[in-house]
């Protein structure tokens, strides 16, 4: 389907999704009932908005982190990008690592936690077991869990030069409690381990996901990250966070959409579905997403990044 002139057109799958709230609109696979009035102004007009029909335009910008511009020059309407899949989960981790510090963060707020950094060397290069970081962080969930304190961390993995798995677990302990070196405890029998406070948590994470290399080659089954202690709140902005970028407009935080094949994204409590505008495909041996359509707009009720998190917050506790 080409743009008009206005460089606009409406964009209605048929398939039919239940509707979204009391409206009488359809809600169909990628259509929503929008509010014209919460529009975004400037280069998308909500002039053609219907109330079940979503208008979508075809305008140049850069590409997110993770793409790479692609020409095609037999389709000058759409925009094509090559997919770095290394530099896409590269920032898939440095957002949920540094998303999660701060939510933590935020939870506990001024009650008297400090937040401590724990390093876990390997005494052999090839020492790793899979479990031995789980292992690890439910020896001191129990130690705290002793003491009547939650074990809200977050954790990443790095590459030494001499090829050994290390891990940097920052955690947040009460104020007057100190945790004993893992190693000394018989926590962690594999290596050395360092435990120094940290005066900023989150400058201490920025540190250590941006040295990140993403060609290095990890022990298989090995993750790159892990984080727990959340509350219901902090996860569901850790959720939301992690959206695609084009779904997030029309996402709340409170929202969960799930993938069902051949029909979309689904929110699990509304029945909203929307379609990715972008389709995947290989090219030249390349990885490349072509953007078909773009969403203009939002859905009734649907604050998205501007959900209020003091409300969205008392909800949750």
Known sequence: MMASSSQQTEFTPTTPARSLGGSTAPVRAGSFPLDVHSASAG???PALFGSSSVAFSHHAVAPPPGLVNYGTSGTPAFRSVEIDEKAGRMKHMRRSVLTTARMIQFQLGPRGFKPAMLTLTYRDVDGWQRRHISDLLQRIRHWLARRGYAFPYVWVAELQQRGALHYHVLL???RGLTLPKPDKQGWWPHGHTRIEWARNAVGYLVKYVSKFDSDAQLPK??????GGGLDQFGRQVRRWFNLPAWLKPFAGIGDQ????QRVGLVER???VCV???WRVSFSGG????TELFRYVGGILDIAGP????????????
């Open 257 to 260: 959409y799930v993938r069902i």
């Open 306 to 317: 501007y959900s209020r998190l003091d409300a969205l917050h008392g909800a949750a506790c």
């Open 286 to 289: 390349r990885l490349v997403a």
């Open 275 to 277: 379609q990715s505008p």
């Open 269 to 271: 409590s509304t029945g």
């Open 172 to 174: 947040w302990l009460p």
């Open 43 to 45: 280069a998308f007009s």
């Open 221 to 226: 089954g090995a993750r790159l990250h892990g």
